[in-house]
């Protein structure tokens, strides 16, 4: 499967963005989709997970309650509205796959990654 990430932007502490990623192929229902983001000198780390009906969600505790991850099987689609930006937000996003479970959260758990959108927030 092949990952596109759009949506990211230069936005200010406080305001919302939402991101998308859009995946070739018709067997897009049958992946578990995540997001991880990677700040500058830092590692990639995980920011949320759906499992391949939408039906489960898991989320990184920096940020609970301000993101939300959702999925359009029709549209190939996996989303991230993100809320209340803060600058620590501030890093490449990017959308991956795997079959099987949304509980994994490590980077090498995840087959295909999509090439990264930048998402930056000012203070």
């Known amino acids: 499967v092949q990952l596109q990430a759009s949506g990211g932007g230069l936005v200010q502490a406080g305001d919302s963005l939402r991101l998308s990623c859009v995946a070739s192929?018709?067997?897009?229902?049958?992946?578990?989709m995540a997001w991880f983001r990677q700040a500058p000198g830092k590692e990639r780390e995980f920011v949320a997970s759906i499992s391949w009906s939408g039906g489960r969600t898991r989320y990184a505790d920096s940020v609970k309650g301000r993101f939300t991850i959702s999925r359009d099987n029709v549209k190939n689609t996996v989303y991230l509205q993100m809320n209340s930006l803060k600058p620590e937000d501030t890093a490449v996003y990017y959308c991956a796959a795997r079959r099987g479970s949304e509980y994994y959260t490590g980077v090498v758990d995840y087959d295909y990654w999509g090439q990264g959108t930048q998402v930056t927030v000012s203070s």
């Open positions: 192929g018709r067997t897009f229902s049958s992946y578990v």
